[in-house]
């Protein structure tokens, strides 16, 4: 099935340091872009911090660009990192996009179907009680 | 007020869940039932008519067993009975294993299931790895019959009073806190002469599996440079 | 103990399984040192208990701990979330007395019988001898017995009462997870074929159904802590659903890059084990978008109190999301790599991933559980940290991570010398063991596990004691 070998160079002994730093930095930066993403849409910080967000992705995109050539990847490997890459970009985006979604409409459950709301209060509060 | 979108809806998330969960196990299995076969075990016949399988049948026991480096696949692979041309098994070079080199399917086949059972019963894989995986206690297993520590020039087997490798490592296995090579010493497992012979048979087996490449660098540098 | 203020017998059964699970791990924590002393001192118990033996009971504990904790867990919630009490609790207590008896003999097995001959015997009645599924076969029949039996529990009780989302997920993933069990319970010849199957049951419990399984834990704990609202979490659920498996399934090809399998795995496992971190990511955001809208609301009405009605387990909570990133999604992207792995492959690298996976993906929930029944049982309406439970949170994590960080360090010794330069041989191992950083990496995994283990003593007397603190709100 594959024609072109995939592990045709050894990793250089001195980048070995390299690619596990920027392999472990990918996610803390990636960590950091969703994490100030989505303190700031639940404005727990300032909006002029947002592009601070973008600059975390960028690095994330950068370790990955690092880690990627560092290990001699092949070409699908490369590709999958930068689809791993873009759906990092998109996730926050995409969750925040369906939590207000879905938070504006549960408040207008509320109003125009009270039932609902209540009924599952109780439910709630009943087996609070039980215990 | 907003309007109800499918992407707020629990419904299709709920759709979406189970339909790509599905997707991804019938990938899983249709990719299962490709890769069984590639691993099932060879035979005498393959080993005779020059097939290469990734998991060759026993009788490779009665051949030399090297790991070369492959052009083609740019890591090194297990050679059996000598390279041919294209740097892949040649099934030529023959080796005594336990004084011969005529073990039959059968013979063979019955050495490397004690060896297997017996490999689980004494619970080797949790202080070594086989194929990389186990415990991380004692040296990796995969290569091991082809370890330059139990060739000729190897301190092990000398240290055994042993001439063969097999009969070194058999010996090890038996007795091997008799043997101490370091601090870390293996305990003695209650190996019988016969489990000792069938665990060497496992143990050349496993070195000719198609590991795609691991170990890399097996034993080509001979003493560590960095990291002390 | 006091007054016991749970009515419903599904939650006594809960708390049942919840303390079988604590002391099965605190043996787990006592072996691991056991092992970890052998690291530095090869001779401790040699010929005695051999590392194998400590390893196997340190391994084996973990497991079964978790799942006693995960089925007490579905137990607990099951009247929560159905409305009625859970259908079979007779048949829960019978087989979790079965279960503990099983369990209790196998140890006893491991512990003084230890290996056997190399026949058929010894895979039934003593050992299988392969990692994490050491149990003989007859211990493996019957705690698919014992499952099939809890499932059937769970189903009787979700196609009685209120199937809500949570439920659904539930039933569904608790079957794939009894399913995949068989798929580790055959024996064959074959080492390639073996491990195959092997990473089926390690691989798809753990990054699958044991994830799912967490998700579902935590959006019932964030409904009932901090009032989430459920259809936000449910829908949450199973996006989370979607991803954990759409990405981990196939994930398992990260096991099959030097088995014996073909190529082909290189790619399927990177591309699907590189994405298998994003929901990882997700329901770590989840958690504290969740937390942080909650609480907003709270202060929006004028109300400066917090709305998580139980501190401690609420925050066992918050460390899962952010364990399971850091243990899951850091540590497995590090090796997740073909190129990378050849490396790190069989290192102490993934001894380092292995315990701050496990710790931080499931440990801390289910101890967030044990303190969610200790509330309950105690009758309490806000349960308040103690000074106790704040220095066993931080001993224990703190412990892990130190542990973790000390492997990982050593891993670095082994990748460079044992693997990159002499190729996984007997000297090559053994030079790299005698690194001045492996050593000392070793001494400091032995002291983070002593912490780690002083952390859960302290643990243990809070869950015993807390429920009789008097700065709660009853
Ligand atoms: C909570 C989730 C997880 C747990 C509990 C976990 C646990 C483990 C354990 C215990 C092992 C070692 C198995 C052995 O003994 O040989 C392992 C291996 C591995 N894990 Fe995970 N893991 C998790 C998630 C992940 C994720 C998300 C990734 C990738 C992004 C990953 C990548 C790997 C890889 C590549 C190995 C093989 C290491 C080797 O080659 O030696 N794991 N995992
Ligand atoms: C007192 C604390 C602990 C100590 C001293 C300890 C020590 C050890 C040792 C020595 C090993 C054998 C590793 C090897 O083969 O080289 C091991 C394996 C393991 N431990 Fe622990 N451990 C501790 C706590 C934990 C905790 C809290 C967890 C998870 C919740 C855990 C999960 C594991 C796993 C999954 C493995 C197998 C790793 C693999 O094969 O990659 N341990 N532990
Ligand atoms: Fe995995």
Redesign the interface.
């Known amino acids: 099935?594959?024609e072109e070998?995939?592990?045709?160079q050894?990793?250089h002994?001195d980048d070995?340091?390299t690619?596990?730093v920027s392999?472990?930095l990918?996610?803390?930066f990636?960590?950091f872009y969703?994490?100030i993403y989505?303190?700031v849409k639940?404005?727990?910080l300032k909006p002029w911090i947002m592009p601070f967000a973008y600059i975390a992705w960028l690095c994330t995109a950068y370790c990955l660009y690092l880690m990627g050539s560092l290990?001699?990847?092949n070409d699908?490997?490369a590709k999958?990192?930068v689809?791993?890459g873009l759906?990092?970009l998109l996730?926050?985006h995409a969750?925040y996009?369906?939590?207000r979604?879905?938070?504006?409409?549960?408040e207008?459950?509320h109003e125009e179907n009270e039932e609902y709301v209540h009924e599952?209060n109780e439910?709630?509060v009943q087996?609070?009680n039980?215990? | 007020m907003a309007q109800k979108s499918v992407w707020s809806d629990n419904r299709f998330w709920q759709r979406s869940a189970s339909w790509i969960t599905g997707f991804a196990a019938m990938l899983l299995i249709w990719l299962t039932f490709d890769t069984i076969p590639q691993i099932m075990m060879g035979n005498d016949t393959d080993i005779k008519e020059g097939v290469t399988k990734r998991v060759p049948g026993p009788t490779v026991i009665n051949y030399k067993i090297t790991y070369e480096m492959s052009k083609r696949r740019g890591h090194e692979i297990p050679v059996i009975g000598g390279a041919n041309a294209e740097g892949t098994s040649s099934f030529q070079e023959k080796e005594l294993f336990f004084g011969r080199d005529d073990w039959s399917q059968e013979e063979a086949m019955e050495m490397l299931a004690l060896g297997k059972l017996a490999s689980q019963a004494k619970n080797c894989m949790n202080c070594h790895t086989l194929l990389g995986n186990g415990a991380y206690y004692a040296p990796d297993l995969t290569k091991s019959w082809l370890d330059p520590m139990w060739g000729p020039e190897g301190p092990l087997q000398a240290m055994t009073g042993k001439s063969t490798k097999e009969e070194a490592m058999a010996e090890f296995l038996i007795n091997p806190s008799q043997y101490p090579t370091h601090a870390r010493m293996m305990p003695k497992l209650g190996i019988t002469a016969a489990e000792a012979k069938g665990l060497v048979a496992f143990l050349k087996h496993m070195s000719t599996i198609d590991t795609n490449g691991f170990p890399r660098n097996f034993g080509k540098i001979k003493g560590a440079v960095h990291g002390k | 103990m006091a007054n016991n203020y749970l009515t419903s017998e599904s939650k006594k059964l809960a708390t049942w399984y919840f303390t079988f699970a604590a002391i099965l791990f605190g043996a787990q924590l006592l072996f691991g040192l056991v092992a970890a002393i052998q690291y530095v001192m090869p001779g401790f118990l040699f010929e005695i208990l051999d590392f194998s033996v400590a390893r196997t009971v340190h391994i084996n504990a973990l497991v079964i701990w978790m799942v006693f904790a995960m089925m007490g867990s579905v137990y607990w919630l099951l009247p929560d979330e159905t409305g009625i009490e859970t259908v079979g609790i007779g048949l829960g207590k019978l087989f979790y007395w079965v279960f503990v008896a099983a369990i209790v003999v196998v140890v006893l097995v491991y512990l003084f019988v230890q290996v056997g001959p190399a026949d058929q015997t010894t895979i039934w009645f003593i050992m299988e001898g392969r990692e994490y599924l050491e149990a003989p076969r007859w211990a493996d029949i019957g705690i698919v017995v014992v499952v099939l039996g809890f499932i059937y529990n769970l189903y009787a009780t979700g196609m009685k009462g209120k199937r809500t989302g949570i439920v659904t997920v539930l039933m569904a993933d608790m079957l794939a997870f009894a399913g995949i069990y068989l798929a580790g319970m055959g024996y064959t010849d074959n080492i390639s074929v073996d491990q195959f199957w092997w990473w089926w049951v390690i691989h798809l419990w753990v990054e699958a159904t044991w994830e799912v399984f967490v998700g579902a834990i935590a959006a019932y704990g964030l409904i009932h802590m901090i009032g989430a609202h459920r259809k936000v979490v449910e829908m949450w659920l199973w996006i989370e659903v979607a991803m954990l498996f759409g990405s981990g399934i196939l994930g398992i090809g990260h096991h099959y890059f030097w088995i014996g399998t073909p190529e082909y795995w290189w790619e399927i496992g990177a591309l699907f084990s590189a994405l298998e971190p994003l929901p990882l990511v997700a329901m770590f955001i989840h958690v504290l978008y969740d937390w942080g809208k909650q609480q907003g609301a709270q202060e929006a009405q004028g109300k400066e109190v917090s709305v998580v009605t139980n501190k401690p387990a609420f925050t066992w909570f918050v460390l899962q999301a952010f364990g399971n990133f850091l243990g899951a999604g850091v540590w497995g992207f590090f090796h997740t790599f073909p190129q990378v792995n050849l490396y790190t492959h069989g290192t102490q690298f993934t001894s380092a991933h292995g315990h701050l996976a496990f710790f931080g993906a499931y440990a801390t929930i289910l101890i967030g559980m044990f303190y969610i029944a200790v509330q309950n049982k105690n009758g309490i309406k806000v349960m308040k940290a103690t000074k106790k439970s704040i220095w066993a949170t931080c001993m224990i994590f703190g412990g892990v991570l130190g542990m973790t960080v000390a492997l990982t360090l050593a891993g670095y010794v082994q990748v460079l010398v044992s693997r990159a330069q002499m190729g996984a041989t007997w000297a090559g191992y053994f030079d790299g063991q005698a690194g001045i950083w492996f050593a000392q990496g070793m001494d400091w995994r032995l002291i983070m596990g002593v912490v780690t283990f002083i952390g859960f003593i302290i643990l243990i007397k809070d869950l015993l004691s807390i429920g009789s603190a008097t700065h709660h709100e009853r």
């Open positions: 099935m594959v070998a995939l592990i045709l050894d990793i002994i070995f340091l690619i596990f392999a472990g990918v996610l803390v990636g960590g969703v994490g989505t303190a639940a404005e727990l290990m001699h990847v699908f490997t999958t990192l689809v791993a759906s990092l996730i926050p969750v996009y369906m939590l979604r879905v938070h504006e409409e549960n207008y459950i599952e439910q709630h087996a609070k039980e215990h």
